[in-house]
T-cell receptor
Framework: SQKIEQNSEALNIQEGKTATLTCNYT??????LQWYRQDPGRGPVFLLL?????KEKRKERLKVTFDTTLKQSLFHITASQPADSATYLC?????????????FGKGTRLSVIA | NAGVTQTPKFQVLKTGQSMTLQCAQD?????MSWYRQDPGMGLRLIHY???????DQGEVPNGYNVSRSTTEDFPLRLLSAAPSQTSVYFC????????????????FGEGSRLTVL
């Protein structure tokens, strides 16, 4: 069956450290993978997209990697801050043409402790 | 620029009642979708539309109807509400997902919180 697994339901990390979140998928062939941030009581907000032919993408303190052999994406937040505390969702499409709806993982709730 | 607007933000229904969750976007997006979010289940796709007059089912379509008569609006109808439909509903839109240059980024509304008693 098809699955998207975000390994940790919750992750606590000290301020200033690097937070690493994992997204693994099974029986999908995504053209791209995305990461979203969701704050309590709000809708998800897009952060980064990485395509199947890209190994790594960066945006400010964020870095995403995508390994299609391992079927895994890693999401890193460097120099983490309490304001980074939120739930982070990975999402992917299920089709090489990228024309199918996004499927989401259950999310990882990150808490950055001052 | 309003983005994706969902109404109502909160709603309480009794079992068997019907209602419509409204979703409107002002970004001229072709693609619109409805997700529900439940604790421990993540976001699950209910229905989606790739353009006016075209709709399709997602992972959990039972008990819900949609229509897309205009590019801007994509209402979600609950015909006979059940307690299992208690959830937070999110509408999301994007440019045509099949455009190669498109990021496929979804723009979400703020959610509609529905309780069915």
């Amino acid at each position: 069956s098809q699955k998207i697994e975000q390994n940790s339901e919750a992750l606590n990390i000290q301020e200033g450290k690097t937070a690493t979140l994992t997204c693994n998928y099974t029986n999908y062939s995504p053209a791209y993978l995305q990461w979203y941030r969701q704050d309590p009581g709000r809708g998800p907000v897009f952060l980064l997209l990485i395509r199947e032919n890209e190994k790594e993408k960066r945006k400010e303190r964020l870095k995403v990697t995508f390994d299609t052999t391992l079927k895994q994406s890693l999401f890193h937040i460097t120099a983490s801050q309490p304001a980074d505390s939120a739930t982070y969702l990975c999402a992917l499409d299920d089709g090489g043409s990228g024309n199918t709806p996004l499927v989401f993982g259950k999310g990882t709730r990150l808490s950055v402790i001052a | 620029n309003a983005g994706v607007t969902q109404t109502p933000k909160f709603q309480v229904l009794k079992t068997g009642q019907s209602m419509t969750l409204q979703c409107a976007q002002d970004m001229n997006h072709e693609y619109m979708s409805w997700y529900r979010q439940d604790p421990g289940m993540g976001l699950r796709l209910i229905h989606y539309s790739v353009g006016a007059g075209i709709t399709d089912q997602g992972e959990v379509p039972n008990g819900y109807n949609v229509s897309r008569s205009t590019t801007e609006d994509f209402p979600l109808r609950l015909l006979s509400a059940a307690p299992s439909q208690t959830s937070v509903y999110f509408c999301a839109s994007s440019y045509s997902p099949w455009l190669v240059a498109n990021t496929g980024e979804l723009f979400f509304g703020e959610g509609s919180r529905l309780t069915v008693l």
